[in-house]
């Protein structure tokens, strides 16, 4: 056989191969296109400081004809008055009731925004609040002053959250899931160091003592021209100025010279309810045997923490990998700081067993945080938000004020170690555990376990 | 021609914006096989969405479930180069998170990512158009994995709305997704990994499972398919460049075809019953579920598809919004529900609207939700909020449509709808209505499209949950369960209460309902002493009242009174007869009602009671108060 003869064959051969691969063969043979490299984050968006002091951040908006302004403040639970937790959320709904300048009584804000084309929607999560207006440009100054309206003069009118109140408490007792938020809350607060859940809705003795005063009080302390950022899309700071240039800020109220806000106590300061001698503090709430589970909680760094986005990626990476299913784990904010949660409901002998599988597996030199996937995940989460007008503006309201990093780089190793040694830091856990008392007798075996009531005491002003 | 060549042309070649001046095209590149690209302009994102015609309408007796489980092979079954899971874990690591839904006529997986993870997401689509074989136990093992992952399963429909539709469009027994979840789940059973630490063997898969796996892969291979790519028009793929990823797609003949009647569609209003009872797992006694089916509304009024849509996105505009037409009336202050929930259905077309009533009944909520919506299909809505909803919804269209999610859910959804004309042409005029309808023509449409004949009140019976979740207190519940603390802590003299039997015959109680109240009650113990109170103040006045008049000589009494001094020809005698009665009876005329009202509480004078009021009542009245309430 010649050598071209033999070049032939051996080109026929490689053809045959390459379209006819065998069955083992082809099951590697084409690879994946390589994923794309990572681009830095995009700068924050060009800012106005109004002469009231009123931030406005400029995005440009998605179509010409509309335009959207979001009006957000910092306030979360770390900034409600013990015995008043929640009370951020019955505000903002309390503010929507009416204004005092709302033309008819059945005229009140949401029908307003409606009948000039426009849409009106709340904002709240545990570092944030405030409202969205959107609509279109001709309808631009009525609704603008009807934003104006909402920060510088609801009425809450008292019948009206009596009823809110009571709707709210109807709504509590007839849905069962509320333990698993009441549990939520006091893991979350519990692991700030707080002796008091730190949730977003209102409990039951929050809603049995509202009254107007106390929401007009907490509207008047945190909706403040000069804590505001404005988000604009499609407005320019000189028609939001105008708009807003009757919203001064309130005097300081009465009773606020000192706010009903019961100091916490340092780290390690003083023996906490049911702390263990590692360190770890256990609560039980009662609860339906139906509604059992287990929280994990401790401290992480905030939103705005430079290690934040390796925790983030941690996380993202471990639900792309195992699908999500599980246990279920979330990052709480709560303003600056943060709670890194796991929840399970699988409280078979040995109880937290899932838990700590859960720990250890994010522990491992070749577990989690190996690469840039969490990265990646992070970087698409936040492209998809921004198809989410709202969560786009709260996005860079966030940004603005301190509370959200968009780091898009892959996380470096010293971050990593970091964020994996926070995570297994046994002192620094807090352990809730919802059900009858077998489960509160189970999580005995760590250390005391101090049930967890539901009401906090009243602060004393 | 091998795919790896394909994808080096693509990855290699410069991205090519569209030729054609509409944002929107369509090809089909194999049989069975249509992909539509629509650019978007400024978009940082791309949505690659396969959809596969194999939906629940396809399924039936002895089928029901396949399309979750067509589902979970489509997400993470193997393919011709990728194991099984693998799929979403790659897109991961490109940015692209994976999302399904489950519909009627199809089955859908969508990536969305970066712009510059699109040819990963064209790469993993084509991917999934060549599924390899998948046996049953594997199967089961990945729906497990689709149920189990928050972020990738289609959230279920919340359980009125799954009714509603099943009544509307199909079989009652299970026309909807999570019931089509939860049947291939119950398929699956027992198939799952053995528990670690236990030596039992694993189960054989059970013969529906078994058949189930068969036609998922026998289906899956062959349903027609359309793959939707949404992307800034510097990235969308030209047609060259679709047809090297696509291209070599073997045919799909078009895999299993709709069982859903089609007479249906034809003559439904012959075959829809007008309420219906349903069934589901959690507590829905507060659910009001009322629902339109708009089937055919168009072609009786002769007015465009697409002005149609307008119409149907202003109303909901108009429903769902907290200044719209229900919220106030229903919701604000004391109202009679404390949630709305509007949803319109595309396809078939459907207006359901869900409220959650508050206190005692939700027939009161049902009833104040027809009397809301009434005013749309009799004078027309407010002209000022309908001009204000025109806007809203004309602003929602255009918000959805300049994003890439957004653009490949409306041209799904168009799709599956049969939108006429070219996409582009029909999201024109339909935005063009939405500025252009005004409230006469929504007047008009309602006047049908909200008939009382489309009308169905969809009751929900709960089932699954624990009893004494069941109980309702409300105050005919508390007034009975106060009756039955009386009767168990001052019986007549000399009576013993058989408690089965009184809670039985008087009550209508189980034994187990009975403890269910009590333990329902016992969780507040403000209301149980109050209960507790309210019961020894009544036992003292019985015990009073016996002291009295003794039982046996109750019925005279009353038969006295209402027998004899009740046949007296005018006011005056009926008085001085009864005066005289009740001083021979030597008894207060103020005690005569208090008396009798604790005699009928007796299960054995309360016959003899009725009777005289049977016999000697005027008729113009009513021997006892009649009940209040519905």
Known sequence: MTRATTRTTWAALALLLAGCPSPSASRRSVPPPAPPELSAAPALPPSTRLPDGVTVIHLPSHTPRLFAVTLLVPVGPLDEPAGLEGIT?????????????DPGHAQGPYHRALELGGRLEPYRDGSIAGWRISGPIASRGALLRLLRDLVAAPTFPSTRVQALAEMLREEREQTPSHFRARGLAWAVGLALDRDRPLGLDAPDHTLARLNREDLARHHRRVFRPERAVAVSEGVPADVIAQALRDWRPPPPY??????????????????????????????????PDREAGLFVALAVPGGGDPLRPALDALLLERRALDGGAGLEVAVVDRGDQAAFVLFTDDLAPPLAAAVDRWLAQASR?????????????????????????????VAVAKRALGLWRPTRREPRDDERAEVLRILNDPDRRVRVVLGDDRYARALERWGPVTPLTRRVDLCTE | MPLFIALSLLVGHAPSAMASPEPTSERELARGLTVVTSAVAGAQTVAVTLELALGLDAEGEGSWGMTALALAALRDGPTQHLRAGEAVALGARAGLITRTALHR????????????????????????????????????RLHDALLASPDHAPSPPPPPLQHTLANLFGPL????????????????????????????????????????????ADALPRASARVVIAASPAHLPAGDDLERVFGASPPRDGGPPARRDPSLDADWQAIRPARVAARHDVDSRRLVAVAWDHRGVARKLGIPAAREEALRRVLAVLLVDRGGVLYSPLVEGYGVARGIEVHIEPAPPALIVIATARGRSPVAARQRLLEALAPLAERGPPESAFLGAREVAHAELEARWATTEGRADLISAWHSADAPGPIDTYRRDLAEALLDVRPRDLLAWASHGLSPERQVVVELTPTGVPEQERVALDADTLTDYLRLLVDLRCPAPGRTVDLVALLDRKYGLTPERYVALTRVIAREPERMR??????????????????????????????????????????????RARDAVFRAYDLDPSVYRPLIAMAREDLDLAPA?????????????SPRPAPSGP
Request: net charge neutral; hydrophobic share 40%; with cysteine.
């Open chain 1, 89 to 101: 959320e019955l505000t903002l709904a309390g503010a929507g009731l009416a204004t005092a300048r």
């Open chain 1, 254 to 287: 009465p009773r606020e010279a000192a706010p009903c806000v019961r100091p916490h106590s340092p780290p390690n300061a003083r023996p906490r309810p049911g702390q263990a001698e590692l360190g770890v503090i256990q609560g039980w709430l009662a609860a």
């Open chain 1, 365 to 393: 030199p070749q577990g989690p945080l190996r690469g840039d996937l969490g990265a990646r995940l992070r970087r698409a989460g936040a492209l998809i938000a921004d198809h989410d007008p709202s969560l786009r503006a």
């Open chain 2, 105 to 140: 006529d199809r089955v859908a997986i969508t990536l969305i990512g970066p712009a510059d993870a699109l040819p990963t997401a064209l790469w993993l689509t084509a991917e999934r158009l060549a599924p390899a074989p998948l046996g049953a136990r594997r199967l089961a």
């Open chain 2, 173 to 216: 027994a299970g026309h909807s997704a999570w019931a089509s979840h939860q049947r291939a789940r119950a398929a699956s059973r027992g198939l799952g990994s053995p528990t670690p630490g236990v030596d039992a063997p694993p189960r054989e898969p059970d013969r529906d499972l078994t058949a189930l796996a068969a036609m998922v």
């Open chain 2, 530 to 575: 109050e209960l507790n109170h309210e019961a020894e103040q009544r036992c003292l006045e019985y015990r009073r009242l016996r002291e009295l008049v003794p039982a046996a000589r109750v019925v005279d009494l009353h038969r006295a009174i209402t027998c004899d001094a009740g046949r007296a020809g005018d006011e005056a005698r009926r008085e």
């Open chain 2, 609 to 621: 009671l009725e009777a005289i009021d049977a016999e000697c009542a005027p008729p113009h009245t």
